[in-house]
């Protein structure tokens, strides 16, 4: 098994986390540092990762959906002391970890899962997985609106483009993209002079929000 699998399994982190852990030289297996690419026998080998050994477990896989709320932010730990997406979960659950971001002001769908590859899938850039959203508008939706959504707007990282962008109510448009630039729609949003008011994600991948409601969760099949 890939080295970088193994501690992604192992520690309930993607792949890029475990990569870094490597290249950090933090990561030793049979006395010696880890390289990028490297095979190890779960049979033989012994791995530490800082000093800490490492064995082989065996984990139940949990993966859920949970509708965040407004006004929490989707980190583990809040140096600012605000609340947490994890505040939302029971103990039993607290080993989870969010699957990308979804912005402070922002509600909606958010994944948390112990499973390093599907978190990797979900949020490598090479895999362009779509994420659908709803968006609120203090004033009415033009044509030039959803026009410029769908032909792209430049913002500092390059040119961000919706996949799909259709109006659903007289101030509000659904959005699909695969991009995840912080902060993105809202950025679009605000070079076309509209303020977002509300912003819902309702889709990750083939996850639905469906009917939960915000600080509610539910278990889904990971992967």
Known sequence: MRINVFLAQQLGISRREADRLITGQAVIVQGKVAELGQQIDLDKD???????????????????ALYKPKGYVTTRLDPQKRKTVMSLLPKALKNLRPVGRLDYESEGLLLLSNDGNFIYKLTHPKYEKQKEYRLVFQKP?????????????????????ADSVKQIEKNEIE???????????????????????????T???????????????????GG
Request: with cysteine; hydrophobic share 35%; charged share 35%.
């Open 46 to 64: 012994r791995v530490s990762v800082r000093g800490k050994p490492l064995r082989a477990q065996q984990h139940d896989v949990i993966t859920i």
């Open 141 to 161: 939706v033009t044509k030039k609106l959803i026009e410029r959504f769908g032909k792209g707007i430049r913002l500092e990282e390059g040119v961000a483009k």
């Open 175 to 201: 959005v699909v993209i695969h991009q995840g630039w912080n902060r993105q729609l809202r950025r679009m949003a605000e070079t076309c002079h509209y303020e977002v008011v509300k912003l819902i994600r």
């Open 203 to 221: 889709r990750v991948g083939n996850v639905q929000l469906d009917d939960l409601k915000p600080g509610d969760w539910r278990y889904i099949k």
